[in-house]
Structures are given as structure tokens and as C-alpha cells.
């Protein structure tokens, strides 16, 4: 494989929250970066349109703003740019929005998921990276979720679409030696974050003096990952290439490689479950004035908990996300104010 700087990444979402993190990580470090989005309208555009801006200031990074179900267009870039790899950020994403929504979840999550598998696979990458989530753990009871735990019963049709893009990946994988890894992330917060997230609603509520909805009363627990911890996790995932065992025997205990194929699948997450009216009150804290909360009853599709086992991807890359939430929602509220002038 080339030096790191002459490595070429194609970064599906790149004006997305996360995507736009990973891409200035990676100019940082000196790759070459093709950004790819649909700028679609689920949230305020502008917000994308001023990550993608700030990443245009690069000389090595470049965008096309499309569609992942436009497989010409795809297809026209990734021949225009000949990736080594490829880190799959881009879908439709919120498990709110998939009650009212399903079908934009089958158009973006599983037909731009396998166009983008098809120039992965025509341009024999050296690494396709792809994410999944969380969400995917479903009706699991216990944890910490682990990546060898089985994952059959999502509850939303956000999860099983990312479910399948994990099927669809190792079948690639299985079929053509691509070398795959699926990432499932636990509740990304950070700057620049997604106006639909709760972190950015309730500090835009408070500031406002409205009232933010929590949900099941409080008994809720997530685990919190800060932006900059996850991506930089992605970051040495990409030299964490997978390698189709010659004996099944040679997997490791707690490791997700298949035995049939280069792939495997990674949690990124803070290994910490943080409940949510703990959350609340951490926001409370870094805006300077309490919450009007309204408490609710779960909402059809939510799970009460989450929690990462992240001990497979510390063994394969030597890192873990640590962030504390009070100093990751301490940033993003700075960032909040900042951008909003608020």
C-alpha cells in the first residue's frame, strides 16, 4: 500500500456530522480525500453546505454533491479518483424518522449501500470501511453489547437496514476477498453535530426556554461516544485491514472476523452506559440554567440501554474512546454558542 500521503480516501457523507470530522482528520494527516453527499434535506442543508466549505479550504480534498442511488454518478467519481479505500459514512439516519419514513431508509441504507459495495469491489480497494450502529442490538438484554453477540431482533427499520448493509458486506467480502469492516457506533455527540440528536434539541430548547421531551421518564442509558474519539477510532481501523483466517481456530476470543470471508465488525463506543436525566443535568451544567422537562413513555422502536464492549476494538488498534460526557457536552455547547452567536 502507498505512503499515507499519497493514500487516496473516498468518504461517502462527507458533509454529514461525522464525515465531516473524518475528513479533516485525514487532510490533517496528509491523505487525499474525495467527499461524496447528497446534501439531501433532513436537516438544515446549510450546516452541511458550511462543513463541506470548510473542507474545500484543502487543497487535497475535493466533493461531489449526489445521490448514493445514482449509481452513474458514483460510479463517474470513484473512476475519476480511484480510491484505496473507502469509508462509507453516507445514509438516511434517525430511528425516529424510520416510523414515518421507511422507504428513504431502503433507498439510501441498502441501494446506495450496494452501489457503493460495487465500486468498492470494481476498483479492488484495499480496505472498504462501512457503518453500521447500535441500533442493531435490538431486544438484546445484556450487556456490554458485544460484536459476537447475536443481533436478530432490531426494532426499527433504520436497524434492520444497517442489519442487512452487515450481511451484504461479508457476502462481498466472502465472494470477491474484499477486505470489510462494519463499525457500529453508540450515540455520537459532539460539534457540529445533527440538529435531530438530543443534544443539540435540548440545548436549543433550554436557550429558548422551552421544554425538552425526555423520554421513558429518565430511565434511559446510553453510551455517549464524542465525534472526535470516534473518528479518530475509524481512523486506525482503516490500518486494521482484515484477514480471511486459513483455520477458524486462528480467531481470537471476543474477535468478530468471519471464518468465511476478510470482515468483520467493530464497536466504537465510550464503554460506559450514562443515564439520560444524568445527560440532562450535565447539559443543565455547561448552559447555565435548568431544563423545563416534560417526562414521556418510551417511544415505539427506542431501547432502554446501550453500552459498547470495546474491548475488540482496543485490541486491534490499541485505543478507546474515553471522553467524559460532562467535557464533551461542555465542547459542543462552546461550539453552539459559538456558531448560533447564542
Not at 464525515?19 to 487532510?27: D, E, I, P, W, Y
Not at 469509508?87 to 438516511?92: G, I, S, T
Request: glycine share 8%; net charge negative.
Amino acid at each position: 500500500m502507498a505512503g499515507a500521503a499519497a493514500r487516496r480516501v473516498l468518504v461517502t457523507g462527507s458533509a454529514g456530522f461525522i464525515g465531516f470530522h473524518l475528513c479533516k482528520l485525514l487532510l490533517d494527516e496528509g491523505f487525499v480525500v474525495q467527499g461524496y453527499d447528497g446534501m439531501t434535506d433532513y436537516y438544515d442543508v446549510s450546516l452541511k453546505a458550511r462543513r463541506h466549505a470548510m473542507l474545500a479550504q484543502h487543497p487535497n480534498f475535493a466533493a461531489t454533491e449526489a445521490m448514493l442511488e445514482d449509481q452513474a454518478a458514483l460510479d463517474a467519481v470513484a473512476d475519476g479518483f480511484a480510491p484505496q479505500v473507502i469509508v462509507h459514512l453516507a445514509a438516511q439516519a434517525g430511528v425516529r424518522y424510520s416510523l414515518d419514513n421507511p422507504r428513504a431508509y431502503i433507498d439510501a441504507n441498502v441501494t446506495g449501500t450496494f452501489n457503493v459495495m460495487e465500486v468498492a469491489r470494481r476498483h479492488k480497494v484495499d480496505h472498504l470501511l462501512m457503518a453500521s450502529t447500535s441500533s442493531v442490538y435490538g431486544a438484546n438484554t445484556e450487556v456490554p453489547f458485544a460484536e459476537t453477540d447475536k443481533a436478530d431482533t432490531p426494532l426499527t427499520i433504520y436497524a434492520a437496514t444497517k442489519k442487512a448493509t452487515e450481511a451484504m458486506g461479508h457476502a462481498y467480502a466472502h465472494l470477491w476477498g474484499l477486505p470489510t469492516t462494519m463499525f457500529r457506533f453508540f450515540t455520537v455527540y459532539g460539534p457540529w453535530g445533527r440538529p435531530d440528536m438530543a443534544l443539540y434539541k435540548f440545548v436549543d430548547a433550554i436557550l429558548e426556554d422551552r421544554q425538552i421531551d425526555i423520554y421513558n421518564h429518565g430511565q434511559m442509558w446510553r453510551d455517549f461516544t464524542y465525534v472526535t474519539d470516534l473518528v479518530h477510532a475509524i481512523r486506525l481501523l482503516i490500518d486494521a485491514v482484515p484477514v480471511r483466517p486459513e483455520r477458524p481456530g486462528e480467531i481470537a476470543p471476543g474477535d468478530s472476523l468471519s471464518p468465511a470471508a476478510p470482515w468483520r465488525v467493530v464497536n466504537i463506543g465510550n464503554s460506559s452506559s450514562v443515564r439520560l436525566l444524568d445527560f440532562v443535568e450535565a447539559i443543565e451544567a455547561a448552559v447555565g440554567k435548568p431544563a423545563i422537562r416534560n417526562y414521556m413513555d418510551m417511544q415505539k422502536g427506542d431501547v432502554p440501554r446501550t453500552f459498547a464492549d470495546a474491548s475488540l476494538l482496543q485490541a486491534l488498534t490499541g485505543y478507546r474512546p474515553q471522553t467524559d460526557v460532562k467535557d464533551g457536552v461542555r465542547a459542543f455547547v462552546q461550539w453552539f454558542r459559538d456558531y448560533y452567536g447564542r
